[in-house]
């Protein structure tokens, strides 16, 4: 059974940094893309970044090119994203997915909230 | 920026047929996938390659695709059904990832 779960997720100030993981099983990780997409309250689903299973290339929304760093190690099945200069628009929920065998996200964590703030 | 388009609401009577559309410019080239989301919960997929239903997903979903708009489909609509429903594909590059903006299904 594939299992996605998050962590890291809290309140940070404008400015600050949050680093967010993805655990995974159920399924043989490097050979699978990962993709990080969020909700902000009461919004739609947006995708925020990307990166291939081998994690050579890795993709970004303009809105957090430069400010986040998608990254995995596939020895411990973790996905990362690291977020600095965080803004009030980067509130939302983060869920982690699991990119599928034609470019679906078929399976996704149950989330985990960021809330940047004063 | 690519964008897909979809109406921000749908209302049918339970046993009726819901269809959502979404339109997107570079629908011809790239697939499009459709997900459910009920409150307080993570996305399902529900369609992927534009048509095909996941393990598990009843028949009473299902997908199309013509031209530069997909529509996914709710044949028989159960009150189970009521979620907001979202569309997503890639740009023409195919290197960025589209969400549409939302779809809220609501059973009479």
């Known amino acids: 059974e594939v299992q996605l779960v998050e962590s890291g997720g809290g309140l940070v100030q404008p400015g600050g940094s949050l680093r967010l993981s993805c655990s995974a099983s159920?399924?043989?990780?490097?050979?699978?893309?990962m993709a990080w997409v969020r909700q902000a309250p009461g919004k739609g689903l947006e995708w925020v970044s990307g990166?291939?299973?081998?994690?050579?290339?890795?993709y970004y929304i303009d809105s957090v090119k430069g400010r986040f760093t998608i990254s995995r190690d596939n020895s411990k099945k973790i996905l990362d994203l690291q977020m600095n200069s965080l803004r009030g628009e980067d509130t939302a929920v983060y869920y982690c997915?699991?990119?599928?065998?034609?470019?679906?996200?078929?399976?996704w964590g149950q989330g985990t909230l960021v809330t940047v703030s004063s | 920026s690519y964008e897909l388009t979809q109406p921000p609401s749908v209302s049918v009577s339970p046993g009726q047929t819901a269809r959502i559309t979404c339109s997107g410019d570079?629908?011809?080239?790239?697939?499009a996938y459709w997900y459910q989301q009920k409150p307080g919960q993570a996305p399902v997929l529900v369609i992927y390659?534009?048509?095909e239903r996941p393990s598990g997903i009843p028949d009473r979903f299902s997908g199309s695709s013509s031209g530069t708009t997909v529509t996914l489909t709710i044949s028989g609509v159960q009150a189970e059904d009521e979620a907001d429903y979202y569309c997503?594909?890639?740009?023409?590059?195919?290197?960025?990832?589209?969400f549409g903006t939302g779809t809220k299904v609501t059973v009479l």
């Open positions: 997915a699991k990119v599928g065998d034609y470019g679906d996200f078929d399976f």
């Open positions: 159920g399924f043989t990780f490097n050979t699978y893309a």
């Open positions: 990166i291939r299973g081998s994690g050579d290339r890795t």
């Open positions: 570079a629908l011809p080239k790239q697939y």
């Open positions: 390659k534009d048509s």
């Open positions: 997503q594909s890639a740009d023409s590059s195919g290197t960025y990832e589209v």
